[in-house]
């Protein structure tokens, strides 16, 4: 009996962690990527919550400790550089997680354990998609074609191949949080310790420094901005030189380290832009193609626990599809139409009371944590330390609890 095929469409955490978990519960899996080779870069990501429990599933919560980016804990600095607040750093619901760890490496170990038989395919990007009651049938840019019993789209928040699935005016709610993001690695400096350091400015503008454990630093630069006002224009085209140019416009004035990180943005090679945009669905699945990770759900990292929600579908995929199509000896059994459907509809059941709690940022959040006038960062400090102090501290780490759910995750026998 031939194992069903998988095609997955991504190839980071979202699109490996269901490649792992397809591949181990019987399945042949092609993985297709549009970058010419793996993608490395990006900043601090965390495991929370019921990902702590895929990822002990998987046997890699050594390999992931062992990556930690070396940060102790989270500051809050003014402009000078000195501490103005420390946030709650200690256990699972501190800033800083237990499993911190860098994007790129954290999707380097889920590629690098991935067992034999998935097949990764870099430089290529999917054209066409058709969902017949046999099969799926996708075709690539590099005139490739696969007869698939599944379609797993795990390209991230501004996923292509989403929009050739679900292209109907409902499908798709994206909204914009009015926030600008600028990632970037820039050399380390003396002054730069093992914490995270925070720094808000008024004009809604915030500077961010965190330790990694590649001898380098990784900054972030954020700002609150209306679409017509923010002057990086369009994220998806842009030059690096215009957009360190228009950076260093909107954070004219602002201080402590800006020009530093300014000046590294302007040579690093990896620097990474994204206007915060949530993605919300009221289906992740149509047919034989289900969406995974940010592509169905991004919740921005002002929501947190993107990767470890991508992480946890990968594993509840798999599971529902074992569960719905498998018998006892994960043989080949029943992969019709009606199967698949069952089985997406149970991954997005069991996935979306976890969504919505991380997707349900209160109204007001952005104005808060990026102050436009001098009484509104006035307002912010007083806030901060009343949220910081002693009696609310607990309930002030509680923000960072995500992905967390009392349901046990559904059951998966392992094919041997
Ligand atoms: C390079 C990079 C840097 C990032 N940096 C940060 C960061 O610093 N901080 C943070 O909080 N989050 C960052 N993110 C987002 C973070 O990884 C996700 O929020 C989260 O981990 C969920 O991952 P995902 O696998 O669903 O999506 P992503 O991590 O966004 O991965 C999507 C993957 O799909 C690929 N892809 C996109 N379109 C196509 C297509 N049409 N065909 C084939 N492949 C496609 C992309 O190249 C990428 O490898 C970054 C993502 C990337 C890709």
């Not at 990764?120 to 066409?128: K, P």
């Amino acid at each position: 009996m031939s194992a069903p095929h998988a095609v997955i469409s991504g190839a980071s955490i979202a699109g490996l962690s269901a490649a792992w978990w397809l591949r181990r519960t019987g399945w042949d899996v092609t993985v297709i990527e549009r970058a010419p080779a793996f993608r490395d870069g990006g900043q601090n990501v965390d495991v929370r919550g019921v990902a702590h429990e895929v990822l002990e599933r998987m046997g890699l919560v050594d390999a992931v400790r062992a990556a930690n980016t070396t940060e102790t804990g989270t500051v809050l600095v003014t402009q000078d550089g000195s501490v103005r607040a420390e946030l709650p750093g200690d256990g699972p619901d501190g800033a800083t997680a237990e499993l911190e760890v860098l994007r790129g490496d954290f999707a380097r170990i889920l590629l690098d354990d991935l067992p034999d038989g998935v097949e990764v395919v870099y430089g290529d990007t999917i054209t066409s998609v058709t969902d017949r009651d046999d099969a799926v049938t996708v075709t690539t840019s590099a005139r490739r074609r696969f007869d698939a019993d599944l379609l797993v789209v795990a390209e991230g928040v501004r996923s292509s191949t989403r929009s050739l699935v679900f292209n109907a005016p409902d499908d798709v709610d994206p909204r914009d949080l009015g926030v600008t993001m600028a990632f970037g690695t820039i050399p380390r400096t003396a002054s730069d310790d093992d914490r995270w350091r925070w720094y808000t400015a008024v004009g809604g503008r915030q500077v961010h420094l965190r330790p990694d454990p590649h001898g380098t630093t990784r900054a972030i630069l954020a700002y609150a901005a209306e679409g017509d006002q923010d002057d990086l224009g369009d994220v998806d085209s842009r030059d690096r030189s215009a957009v360190v140019a228009a950076l260093a416009r909107r954070y004219e004035g602002v201080g402590w380290e800006t020009d530093r990180v300014l000046a590294g943005f302007a040579t690093t090679d990896d620097l990474y832009v994204d206007r915060l945009t949530q993605i919300r669905m009221p289906s992740w699945r149509r047919g034989r193609v289900a969406l995974v990770g940010d592509a169905a759900w991004c919740v921005t990292p002002m929501g947190g626990g993107g990767a470890s929600l991508a992480l946890t579908s990968g594993y509840v995929l798999a599971a529902s599809l074992a569960a719905q199509l498998f018998d006892d000896t994960a043989a080949r059994d029943d992969t019709s139409s009606a199967s698949v459907e069952r089985a997406l509809a149970a991954f997005d059941d069991w996935m979306r009371p976890l969504v919505d709690d991380v997707q349900g940022i209160p109204s007001g959040v952005v104005r808060f944590a990026y102050p436009r006038s001098r009484v509104g960062l006035a307002a912010r400090w007083a806030i901060d330390a009343l949220l910081l102090s002693t009696p609310l501290r607990s309930l002030a780490a509680r923000v960072t609890r995500v992905a967390d759910t009392d349901r046990p995750l559904p059951p998966l026998t392992v094919a041997s």
